[in-house]
């Protein structure tokens, strides 16, 4: 049993040949979960209000918004997990670069078959 540690981001390069190792290993079996999220760069949660002794709630500023956004890409397997963070500036490249790694590696799924609907005739 591997104990998973957190790994530090990675450069994106890194990550899409990493990627490329995680698809190669998980074609035959296993599968590979990405996502993307919006990223504002916190590393801590949004401050919540809390109860105080005297029964009225704290008063919490919000944080300030960035003034850039970034993704944030992770990808995981059974025993992996990787991530990276693209900014605004790269986002365009990296979008190309990586629709181009996934028309490259979705090779193997499965065509779904649909089923056929029962068209009924209607009667007069």
């Known amino acids: 049993?591997?104990?998973?540690?957190e790994q530090p981001r990675l450069s994106t390069d890194v990550f899409m040949s990493e990627l490329t190792l995680m698809f190669h290993n998980a074609r035959t079996h296993g599968e590979v979960t990405v996502t993307i999220k919006r990223y504002d760069g916190r590393t801590k949660p949004h401050p919540k209000p809390r109860k105080l002794k005297n029964g009225k709630m704290s008063i919490v500023e919000p944080?300030?918004?960035?003034?850039?956004?970034?993704?944030?890409?992770?990808?995981?397997t059974k025993d992996k997990k990787i991530s990276t963070v693209v900014s605004a500036s790269d986002a365009l490249r990296f979008q190309l670069q990586f629709a181009q790694f996934l028309r490259s590696n979705m090779d193997g799924l499965k065509k779904e078959k649909k089923a056929k609907k029962k068209v009924k005739k209607a009667t007069q």
């Open 1 to 5: 049993w591997m104990l998973m540690m």
């Open 63 to 76: 944080l300030p918004e960035p003034e850039e956004y970034s993704c944030l890409l992770r990808a995981k």
